[in-house]
Structure formats: structure tokens, C-alpha cells
């Protein structure tokens, strides 16, 4: 029982803990009951992610996670979100009956950065499905949390994101990129969407993104107020993360001022050093290429290209301290391409998610954006994970 009680205590993804407080008696007899122990289906390259069938949860993996995040624009303001749904699978399976399914728990995160009130809006959710309307649909993009409902028409391929709490509303279309009236697909990552997260190819997901993403709505604050903006949607899955002593990661996923697409990310060592990198380059008609090829048209350079992905370099710029977690965050970040330079400028200081009332953790997500010398070349969001404390994924 004590190694059961360290994992509900340990954390996943962000740092989130498998449940805390009040909810650890109920996951710790759901483990001690005679239910047949989940044996969680593994990631392997090679495997053909297909549409529309993936856009939707994988409930034979233990681990997921839809993220959609954007700035959006009013007459007179700028504004970041995100809202983010985790899905979680239990160790173990307890009889299932009609008043709730506890072989998955469903988290909800939502946040809305305002700059000119210096002020970060959030809430959180956990529970699970069966127990008031929380929906996690297989086949396609279909998730409901209460008053937070994002899903995927399927006829015209657009998303909709609904919001609804006490200090914050959101109403959302989100429109892919499109060539000729037709949307372009999502864009693979890594290697065609199996992403490796150490030198072990055990530690991976599947992983895919849409960039560029298109859009419109209302943002319901003070009063309601007309939007429009550019967004980004990860979605990755996946049974085992990262090794015991790695402790976190830094990542960006920078939409571009030409249409292209960037996202980088390092896992990092307990000493700091970095166990894995990775990067996706996509041009404005989504083929990918080679991160040279970044700095001839962002630097009007042309240096070697590159060997391996150890030659994008980060360096903190700028760090901020939390007043509720203590953590260090290094906010404002340089990123070297092949020794160019390049760098990352947040929209405020204050974009730690303190989730710790649902998850249990600390983490900064926020709004960001990239530059080449004085110019804006693109905007986007960065997150920075196991700064407050390791993460640690099922230990």
C-alpha cells in the first residue's frame, strides 16, 4: 500500500498529482478491490495516426491531453488562453455502474492572461465521467467538463470552444488553415507523430499539432467584448512519459508571421542539463522542414545545416519568482538556432497556474512572443514544468 500511496500522490503531465486530498481514500480502495490490474497499451514508431478517428481519446493508454491555447485580440486589448483536458487512467478498473465510470479521471484547465490588469484568470476541474455532464468521447474531438465544452463539426472540420465560469467567458470558432476551400491536415511531430521523449524510444507519445489556427468569438470579462486571434492545438497520448530523473520541460509552440509553424521542447535533468530535445519546423503550406531553413528566412542567413537537434540551444534571459510556489521560472528566454539568436518575450510575468485546489501542482503556461533582433515574428505560448517541484509520471 505505501509504493500505491506514493503513486496517487505523484504527479503526471504538468505535475499533476493522480488525485489529493478528499479523493485519495476513494482511489486507494477503488486499487484495493479485486478489479484485474490495466495493462496500458504502448507507444511504438511506426504507427499510422489517421483521421478523424484520432482526434478523439484513446482510453488503452493510460495518458492524454487536448491543448488548445491562442491570443486573441480586442479593439483595444491583447489577451492569452488556454484550456487544456487531461484524461488519466486508473491502475486498476472497478466495476463499472451507471452512476460513474472511475477507470478515468478527467482534468480541466482553463486560463486567461490579461496584460493591462496584470492579472492571470483561472479554473480547474477534476472528476469523472458519469458524475454530472463530463464527456470524453472516442472517435472525435468531443469534450465537456460542466461549463466547458470543446468539440470538432465534423462537417466543416472547425472547432468550438465554449467557456462558462464565475469570472470568465469564452465563445470560440477555431478555424484551420486552408488552401483552396480544403483545411490542411495536422501537422505530425517528431517522427510522423511518434514523438520521443528520451534516449529510450519507451519514453514517447503520439503527438500532433494544428497551428495557425483562425479565430473569432467573444471574451466575456468585465463586459463582453469581440475577439479574434491566432491559436494552437497539441494533442498527445501516451502510457509512459518520461524516466525517473528527468524532471520537467521547457516547450514553445510559436504560430509565424508567414504562416509557418514552430514548436521546440527540452526535458530537463535534475541538475539541470538537457536529457532530450526535439523541434518541428512546418512552412505556410505545412511540409516539413529542416530548422536551418528557419534562420534563411527569419536571419537572411545560411548557415550549415544542421546535424543534430543538440545545435537549438536555450539560454533564460529573464526569470520570475512565484509568491505562491516559490518557484523559479525563466520567463524570457533566448533560443539559438545554429548560434542565431532569437527571442522569447512573455505578454506579463505572472502566468503560473496553481492548479494545486484539482492537481495538485504549479506551473507557468503563457502567453509569449518570439523575435529576431527588434522584430515580432511570431506569437504563441510557452510552458515550463517542474520548476516548483519534479515532475514524477506513475512512480
Known amino acids: ?67 488548445l491555447t491562442g491570443w486573441l485580440n480586442s479593439i ?32 480541466v484547465h482553463c486560463s486567461i492572461s490579461d496584460p493591462d490588469r496584470n492579472r492571470l484568470l483561472t479554473t480547474q476541474k477534476i472528476g469523472r465521467q458519469g458524475i454530472g455532464p463530463v464527456t470524453v468521447e472516442e472517435g472525435d474531438l468531443l469534450l465537456q467538463f ?34 483552396s476551400g480544403s483545411n490542411y491536415p495536422p501537422v505530425l511531430n517528431g517522427d510522423n507523430g511518434f514523438s520521443q521523449k528520451a ?23 468585465n463586459q463582453k467584448s469581440k475577439v479574434s486571434g491566432i491559436g494552437w492545438l497539441d494533442h498527445e497520448w501516451t502510457s509512459e512519459l518520461l524516466r525517473d530523473d528527468f524532471v520537467g520541460w ?60 543538440d545545435e537549438i540551444s536555450w539560454r533564460p534571459i529573464k526569470t520570475w519568482r512565484s509568491s505562491r510556489s516559490g518557484a523559479v521560472y525563466p520567463i524570457s528566454q533566448s533560443i539559438f538556432i545554429n548560434e542565431v539568436e532569437y527571442g522569447i518575450i512573455p505578454l506579463m510575468n505572472n502566468q503560473e497556474i496553481d492548479a494545486t485546489q484539482s492537481t495538485g501542482n504549479y506551473y507557468w503556461e503563457g502567453a509569449v512572443s518570439m523575435t529576431s533582433g527588434e522584430l515580432k515574428i511570431g506569437i504563441g505560448y510557452l510552458e515550463l514544468t517542474g520548476y516548483a517541484a519534479p515532475l514524477l509520471i506513475g512512480n
Open 250 to 309: 521547457d516547450w514553445i509552440g510559436i504560430n509565424l508571421i508567414d504562416g509557418s509553424s514552430l514548436m521546440i521542447f527540452k526535458v530537463r535533468r535534475k541538475d539541470g542539463s538537457i536529457g532530450w530535445t526535439d523541434y518541428s519546423f512546418f512552412d505556410k503550406s505545412q511540409n516539413k522542414k529542416p530548422i536551418y531553413e528557419f534562420n534563411k528566412i527569419f536571419n537572411n542567413k545560411e548557415p550549415d545545416k544542421l546535424k543534430t537537434t
Open 1 to 67: 500500500m505505501n509504493s500505491r500511496r506514493r503513486f496517487i500522490r505523484s504527479s503526471l503531465l504538468s505535475g499533476i498529482p493522480f488525485l489529493v486530498s478528499s479523493n485519495t481514500l476513494f482511489v486507494e480502495n477503488i486499487l484495493a478491490n479485486n478489479s484485474p490490474a490495466m495493462t496500458w497499451e504502448q507507444v511504438k514508431p511506426g504507427t499510422l495516426i489517421s483521421f478523424p478517428g484520432d482526434y478523439g481519446s484513446h482510453p488503452s493508454f493510460r495518458l492524454e491531453w487536448w491543448y
Open 146 to 179: 460542466e461549463g466547458i465544452l470543446f468539440f470538432r463539426k465534423k462537417q466543416v472540420d472547425e472547432y468550438v470552444v465554449k467557456i462558462n465560469e464565475r469570472d470568465f467567458n469564452l465563445d470560440l470558432i477555431v478555424i484551420p488553415p486552408a488552401l
Open 199 to 221: 534516449p529510450d524510444k519507451k519514453f514517447a507519445s503520439y503527438y500532433y499539432s494544428r497551428p495557425n489556427l483562425s479565430i473569432t468569438g467573444n471574451l466575456g470579462l
Open 76 to 107: 483595444s486589448s491583447s489577451y492569452g488562453f488556454q484550456v487544456t483536458f487531461f484524461r488519466f487512467g486508473t491502475e486498476y478498473r472497478s466495476k463499472r455502474n451507471l452512476s460513474f465510470d472511475s477507470s478515468q479521471i478527467i482534468f
